[in-house]
């Protein structure tokens, strides 16, 4: 599979709980100037944490009795049940309009980027790539999520969650067995 491609495929289902929640997040009254700030912050999250996740993966790799790509297999698993089990979750509670509330909704939303990042060196060895692709993805897939929230029914929320969940389960088992 090609790495840009895989790069790619790998930042929109980061992407995708990004996208559910700012459906959800849509449906409040954010102006204009706030939904650009929220994408941006989402972007800056999903483009820093892979490199953390990196530095870090560096660390533990030297360590694992087993071959990376099981390992980025067991990390996709874990983020694609996450995000599937999650989709199913009811997320009715009001929600907070603020920088502390877009800083947290950020870093809630990169968490799988840092995960990611562990193993991103045997997809793709560029890693200024795949931050700024995981960042530009992330923060395009936030601003239309808060655009089609108020276009739509929450429960497209959940379903585009699951289907996130399921292309990281599928890029899994293409990892598990190459």
């Not at 309009?97 to 997809?123: E, K």
């Not at 108020?150 to 292309?167: C, T, V």
């Amino acid at each position: 599979m090609n790495t840009l491609l895989t790069t790619i495929i790998i930042g929109i289902s980061l992407s995708m709980d990004a996208f559910s929640l700012s459906l959800v997040y849509g449906l409040e009254p954010i102006n204009k100037n706030n939904k650009v700030l929220l994408s941006i912050i989402v972007g800056i999250y999903h483009f820093i944490m892979p490199i953390i996740g990196l530095y870090f993966g560096k660390i533990i790799i030297n360590f694992l009795p087993f071959k990376v790509n099981i390992l980025v297999a067991i990390i996709f698993t874990i983020i694609g049940i996450d995000m599937i089990y999650s989709s199913f979750k009811n997320k009715e509670e009001k929600l907070s309009i603020s920088i502390l509330s877009f800083l947290l909704f950020g870093l809630s939303v990169s968490i799988d980027s840092f995960t990611t990042g562990i193993g991103i060196n045997i997809i793709n060895n560029n890693y200024l790539e795949v931050s700024i692709i995981f960042a530009l993805i992330s923060s395009l897939f936030t601003y239309i999520g808060l655009i089609l929230g108020y276009k739509i029914n929450k429960k497209l929320g959940p379903i585009s969650s699951l289907l996130g969940g399921i292309i990281l389960l599928i890029l899994s088992v293409y990892y598990y067995t190459i």
